[in-house]
């Protein structure tokens, strides 16, 4: 059978969001998600989870200080079969141990994610 040919599997995707703020304070926190989504391959399931998140990436002005958040990295990418029946996805905040500025370039694309499972 042609691997065109064969049924979507699930796969789940854990996101890392930055949320900055433009002034000296730069990276305020990281959002971390989760997304479950069907798709034919690892790399193109990668493809598509990178398009999702860029799509929740979004810029606010509810202060002083513009506010972005953006995708900063796809921390696991994991195939979890065609029967899925049920996924917990907790949604995670943490403040940063690390200073990143304002500007600073994110390149989630970069390179496919390891598997945690």
């Known amino acids: 059978m042609r691997r065109e040919m064969m049924e979507r599997e699930w796969f789940h995707a854990q996101i890392r969001l930055a949320v900055m703020e433009d002034s000296k304070r730069g990276l305020l926190s990281w959002e971390g998600s989760a997304y479950l989504f069907r798709s034919e391959d690892h790399e193109t399931a990668f493809k598509q989870a990178i398009a999702e998140d860029r799509r929740r990436e979004h810029f606010s002005k509810p202060g002083r200080h513009r ?5 900063a990295k796809i ?5 979890l079969g065609s029967e899925v029946t049920e996924f ?9 141990t690390e200073h990143l500025a304002f500007d600073h370039i994110f390149e989630p694309d970069g390179a496919l994610p390891p598997r945690c499972f």
Do not use: Q
């Open 67 to 71: 506010i972005a958040v953006r995708l």
């Open 88 to 96: 917990l996805a907790p949604w995670v905040s943490e403040k940063p």
């Open 75 to 79: 921390v696991t990418l994991d195939r």
